[in-house]
């Protein structure tokens, strides 16, 4: 489903990724490990085009990224990506941090959109925290929520940048 061949990353001088050949299948869940700053978060940023890669290619579900004619809007929404500093919108509630991609990206109704954020809320367990703001929460809770979020665009592949282990993830999150 993913199959990174002879992937190249460098910024400047610095070569970071160098020649990485992977395939990950369907319902695979694969863990990252490294020191710090060996190159796991540039890893996952070229898996959906946040850094475009040196040399080499990535391909998910057959549509090859690094292909100039990709829509990549459209990979993004189904390569989600829970950042290790959860990038919440700091002035939106923790329900509209979720329902607005799915209004704006998804361009489901708004009425839509928050019974399928509440319906996360739910399976995540902050259902309570629907009308808080992000800086009261902890930061299992902030990236509860950013799992949330990225769930609510319905990916194909979830990508975490750094998992918080205080929170064990249910059986579903590895499901399809
Ligand atoms: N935009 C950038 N410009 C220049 N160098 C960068 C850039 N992004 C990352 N790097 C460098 O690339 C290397 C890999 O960084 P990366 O963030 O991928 O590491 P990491 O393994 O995820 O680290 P950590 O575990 O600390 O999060 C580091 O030396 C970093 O300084």
């Known amino acids: 489903m993913i199959s990174v061949k002879h992937l190249k990353k460098s910024f400047g001088d610095l070569e970071v990724l160098k020649d990485?050949?992977?395939?990950?299948?369907?319902?695979?869940?694969?863990?990252?490990?490294?020191?710090?700053?060996?190159?796991?978060?540039?890893f996952l940023r070229c898996l959906n085009l946040i850094e475009p890669v040196t040399e080499g290619t990535v391909t998910i579900e057959g549509v090859e990224l690094t292909d100039k004619k990709v829509d990549i809007n459209k990979l993004r929404a189904e390569v989600?990506?829970?950042?290790?500093?959860?990038?919440?919108?700091?002035?939106?509630?923790?329900?509209?941090?979720?329902?607005?991609?799915?209004?704006?990206?998804k361009k489901w109704n708004k009425a839509d959109a928050e019974k399928k954020a509440k319906d996360l809320l739910n399976k995540v367990?902050?259902?309570?925290?629907?009308?808080?703001?992000?800086?009261s929460l902890s930061g299992g809770?902030?990236?509860?929520?950013?799992?949330?979020?990225?769930?609510?665009?319905?990916?194909?592949?979830?990508?975490?940048?750094?998992?918080?282990?205080?929170?064990?993830?249910?059986?579903?999150?590895?499901?399809?």
């Open 20 to 42: 990485i050949n992977v395939d990950i299948k369907q319902k695979e869940v694969v863990v990252v490990i490294g020191p710090s700053g060996s190159g796991k978060s540039t």
């Open 80 to 105: 989600g990506m829970v950042f290790q500093q959860f990038n919440l919108f700091p002035h939106k509630t923790v329900l509209e941090n979720i329902t607005l991609p799915i209004v704006t990206v």
């Open 125 to 135: 367990g902050l259902l309570e925290k629907a009308n808080a703001y992000p800086e």
């Open 141 to 176: 809770q902030k990236q509860r929520v950013a799992i949330a979020r990225a769930l609510g665009m319905e990916p194909k592949v979830m990508l975490f940048d750094e998992l918080h282990l205080h929170w064990t993830p249910p059986k579903w999150l590895g499901k399809s």
